[in-house]
């Protein structure tokens, strides 16, 4: 127990990440089933209340998105990175741990806000976030959200906030800098790359949302008008700085997909990734147009035709990269030796799908095309066909690929293929009709709908399309679990894999690597034109390997975060001033603890 | 809890020579002040954003006092050049310089700070508080971030002073004064930007 708690093994780390995230996806999947039972027929199928119904869809989003897409996402950056770069541990094992107890205390912390409504003197027992996952202004004011709800939502964001952005240092410098010797720049693995451009964006969108965190919460708890009209202030403000790191997410959340499904392609076609380079480089253009194409989000405002034009521009120029990279996927499989694996299946999903939520993405480009569409649950379909359709099934694929190397234990393949098909039938049915359901005029976002939109057949069809997806899941959990039982058999390297973190054993020990590899190709184990498999690693360290120790100052530095909002909250500022002492006396002994790296 | 004495095998093991021959944690840092960068950008766009849209006053040219500003200006350049002096010192072993200039990087950093403290006290009785209108809540709230990374700074520059009266630090922690450096040079130049934006071009 000890042991977790103090961890500093990227590993440990990452295996806790999976846990915690994989948790808060369970509960957001429930928050999403909820909304679907709802909305099963006209007037409401559960008597949810508007109020509830606003709690539900702003935690769904703000939940999958923050506490369950992302830190999947980092599960897989802190177990596979420094194995992929051949590296004993990332760049800062501490900073690491900080990190991950950060996003379990901000996610805690958004979390606790469905219990709290008595310590506020609320009606109901939640004050749960209610104002959307994007919060616009100015309904997140005093003056339209009175209650805690938003306190919880833009105080957790914060903190959570500082754990991606630690993590996005820790694993630029762990890239660039913790690479094994000859591990040049273009023989990264592709997953690798992808994250690196996916921290790239963390630490620089971050930045921006913080700004516009922090002066609503000057709006709402000091009295400034920076997103109020009554005071000169621009709601539009809030949505420019919102969407300058909105967007930017969408491609945090979809890099890493990207990543693992170029590492899994390969692998089940026994060929490398088609244009390599290609792919490396067409994920640095999308992440730099990611940076020039939040307007998109906002062609309602009225921004005027120029404004219009050139985001509508910039946002169709991403679907040339994104293509490219589909078309890489798609010749890597091209006469390849095809194994259809449950991980490949979910590879394959992912490119079929995305398909579908990028070709709705360049109808959402078109602003015209757009005013139709902003605010219906067309835009609901755009979002979970790539959140979904892309990211998600891309994680999956990656937990049947790597759980092996993860635990030393293989997944079950049957299940897995029935988690597959029913999570692939589940999302069709629930998403694909929301495209018509918005077409016709549905609106996102509410919590009943008269029979005579003509929207009832779609809404049951998502609602037995989430369903299943729910059922999927179950089944997939339930593989996860029993893996605990199952006999520690898996081989250093199961599926044929030719990155280095298939030429150690699974589950790796905790130096990961008896020697420091030298890497001379792109695919270190295999046979290619022109360079042989690397030579086995020795099964013992020539020399015995000290590992650091644990240290307990991460946790107890990051405890103090929520401390000080569940100061802010009350509004004692006694407290506030106590979780920022735990903050600093944990800085400065973490500063100053013996720990050699 | 327990921690490895035997910190050569460890730092061999880890291979201190890394990749790009930079050390990790200036790295980090210099990533970290590419972070800074967007969070001071996008303040100062808010302020940008909303200059010249008050409601009420007191405005801008009404109230700041650029001769004022000036002479805090300069101090913290003054500081960033004693930071400069302090780090070379330290490089070169010459440790009563170090402490020394240290000392005067940190004070210099205190002017400023009390400097700022002054003026927000003047804008207050001259009637411009934070609610008071837009220039007051975008000034406040983007000089008081810069003010909050000074303190930070001042702690962090006596902090090191301590450990060098102490003789804990020594030319093997130069990096870690370096780094410092790095954070202090980059506190100052974002002023330089915040001073000319708010105060020059008014």
Known sequence: MKSWLTTTDHKRIGLLYFWTAFGFFMIGGLEALIIRAQLVRPDGGLGVSAETFNQLFTMHGTTMVFLALMPLSAAFFNFIIPLQIGARDVAFPRLNAFSYWVFLLGGLFLNASFIAGPLFGADGLSVAPDAGWFGYANLTSRQFSPGPNVDFWLLGLQILGIASLAAGFNFVVTILNMRAPGMRMLRLPPFTWMTLITQFLVITAFPVITVALVLLMFDRFFGTHFFLPAGGGDPILWQHLFWMFGHPE??????????????????FSKKPLFGYTVVVYSG?????????????????????PIADSVFAGTTMLIAIPTGVKIFNWIGTLWGGQIRFTTSLLFAVGFIAMFIIGGLSGVTHASAPSDLQQTDTYYVVAHIHYVLFGGTILGLFSGIYYWWPKMTGRFLSEGMGKVHFWLTLIGMNLAFFPMHFSGLLGMPRRIYTYPAELGVTRFNQLSTIGAFIIGIATLVFFWNLLRTRWRPSNAPANPWGGATLEWAIPSPPPVYNFTVIPTVASRLPLWQTERHGPMTPLPDQP???????????????????????AMGALAHLIPIVLAGAAVVVVGIYRWAYEPFEM | MAYNTDTHAVAAAHGHATFMGVDNRKMAFWAFIGSECLLFGSLIATYLVYKGRSLVGPYPHEILNIPFTSFSTFDLLMSSLAMVLALAAIQRADMKQGKLW???????????????????????????????????STFYVLTGTHGAHVTVGVIWLLTLWIQALRGKLGPQNALTVEITGLYWHFVDVVWIVIFTVVYLIQ
Do not use: R
């Open chain 1, 250 to 267: 969408v491609y945090i959340l979809i890099l890493p997909a990207m990543g693992i499904i170029s590492e899994v392609l390969p692998t």
């Open chain 1, 284 to 304: 640095v253009v999308i992440a730099f147009l990611g940076w020039s194409v939040w307007s998109h989000h906002m062609f309602s405002t009225g921004l005027g």
């Open chain 1, 542 to 564: 020539p020399a015995p390997i000290h590992v650091p120790g644990g240290s307990w100052w991460p946790m107890i530095t990051a405890f103090g975060l929520p401390i000080i």
């Open chain 2, 102 to 136: 240290l000392f005067v990087t940190a004070l210099l950093g205190l002017i400023f700070l009390g400097g700022q403290f002054w003026e927000f006290s003047h804008f207050l009785h001259e009637g411009l508080g934070l609610t008071t209108n837009l220039f007051g």
